[in-house]
């Protein structure tokens, strides 16, 4: 089972930024894509980022421009830069990794950690 350690959520105000953390760790594969998705209040979740294992990132439009997404294959760690952030970024956010086992792809998630943004 794939376990991950979240951390860098918090309150921010509009216009502020804040750095997201992941590391995976617990899968015998390789992790192809990594990355994390959110759910706002009353909302279903949604894509942010994610990034493959060769670096190809792919980002929601809207945090285009905002948003920055690393990986750090050998740590199997993902981090998220969000700046200039806005009210409508606030939600849940989960870090993601998708695993290829032999051939069959699986999608694990964290636990979550609360981003807000207001004055």
């Known amino acids: 089972q794939v376990q991950f350690v979240e951390s860098g959520g918090g309150l921010v105000q509009p216009g502020g930024s804040l750095r997201l953390s992941c590391a995976a760790s617990?899968?015998?594969?390789?992790?192809?894509?990594m990355g994390w998705y959110r759910q706002p209040p009353g909302k279903q979740r949604e894509l942010v980022a994610t990034?493959?294992?060769?670096?190809?990132?792919n980002y929601a439009d809207s945090v285009k421009g905002r948003f920055t997404i690393s990986r750090d294959n050998v740590k199997n760690t993902v981090d998220l830069q969000m700046n200039n952030l806005k009210p409508e970024d606030t939600a849940v956010y989960y870090c993601?990794?998708?695993?290829?086992?032999?051939?069959?792809?699986?999608?694990?998630w964290g636990q979550g950690t609360q981003v807000t943004v207001s004055s």
């Open positions: 993601y990794a998708r695993i290829y086992e032999t051939l069959t792809p699986y999608n694990y």
């Open positions: 617990g899968s015998r594969f390789s992790i192809y894509a």
């Open positions: 990034i493959t294992s060769g670096g190809s990132p």
